[in-house]
């Protein structure tokens, strides 16, 4: 009978040690196991973020000359306009006459089609501006009269009517990258002579497109005749040039679209 006794307490306790070694070894996971786990995790966490995207890559070479040549084309006529933003937008009438300096020269009549081709090879595809009359530059009237029913402009020739005017440049590639379809171009930028309708030799340059037009500061030149800027010249002069950003999204059918341009 006490033998029995003994064995059944035998039992209970073994019983309860097992109990406790169950208790505690859930203690040590909750406290321990998962604290570590939580704190592998909460790292893993902090190191991911700290990598570069993936994403991010450096333009290749032919991007870099597409954006380069569409950059040069903004800035020769749009560089006034600048910054390019959601503050500042590009105005609907600065963006239809940029087609038409894109189209080269005044003729009686200009298919919508071809403005709007223009419009999406520099603006993209799901670009913002509309077509409507296109305004002479001398703000005296119509220079094309907008036809919705033709989808046509028709040249209106009441009168004279002069180019834009223009800061031929030189524009010198600093960094880029890729994200996704987001481009993001540093240039610096040296404005030749502003001129209106028929420019002259290029004898000065400057840093700013409103020193162009003042003919004030120029950082190169005078010289004598017509110059293009040597390697030698830039670095002299690169310190000292703002830095000019553009923003372009790469569309569906393959246009780099102008979104932004911060000058810094």
């Given at each position: ?12 306790i073994?019983?309860?040690?097992l ?56 800035t020769?006529?749009?560089?006034t ?5 959601n503050e ?7 963006a ?5 300096v ?17 419009l999406q ?6 670009h913002p501006y ?35 005017g ?23 930028i ?24 003042n003919?004030k ?10 110059h293009?800027?040597t ?8 310190s ?20 932004s341009?911060?000058?810094?």
């Amino acid at each position: 009978m006490k033998e029995k006794k003994n064995k059944k307490l035998i039992t209970i306790i073994i019983i309860l040690a097992l109990c406790l070694f169950g208790s505690m070894s859930y203690i040590i996971y909750d406290k321990v196991l998962i604290q570590e786990q939580k704190e592998e995790k909460e790292k893993n966490t902090l190191e991911q973020e700290e990598k570069p995207d993936n994403n991010v890559r450096d333009l290749n070479e032919t991007e870099k000359e597409q954006i380069l040549s569409q950059i040069k084309d903004y800035t020769t006529s749009l560089a006034t306009s600048y910054p390019i933003d959601n503050e500042h937008p590009l105005a609907n009438q600065s963006a239809l006459n940029f087609t038409l300096v894109k189209i080269g020269t005044l003729r009686e009549n200009i298919l919508e089609s071809e403005i709007e081709q223009i419009l999406q090879t520099y603006f993209g595809k799901n670009h913002p501006y509309k077509h409507e009359n296109i305004n002479c530059l001398a703000n005296d009237g119509v220079l094309y009269q907008y036809d919705s029913t033709k989808r046509e402009y028709t040249f209106q020739n009441t009168h004279g009517h002069g180019g834009p005017g223009s800061a031929q440049s030189e524009i010198y590639y600093v960094a880029g990258t890729v994200e996704n379809n987001k481009y993001i171009v540093n240039v610096h930028i040296l404005y030749g002579n502003y001129c209106g309708d028929i420019c002259g030799p290029i004898i000065n340059y400057y840093k700013t497109i409103e020193d162009s037009m003042n003919g004030k500061n120029a950082i190169l030149g005078p010289y004598n005749d017509s110059h293009t800027i040597t390697d030698e010249e830039y670095k002299k002069v690169s310190s000292t040039i703002p830095t000019t950003t553009f923003t372009l999204e790469k569309d569906i059918e393959g246009n780099y679209g102008l979104k932004s341009v911060i000058i810094r």
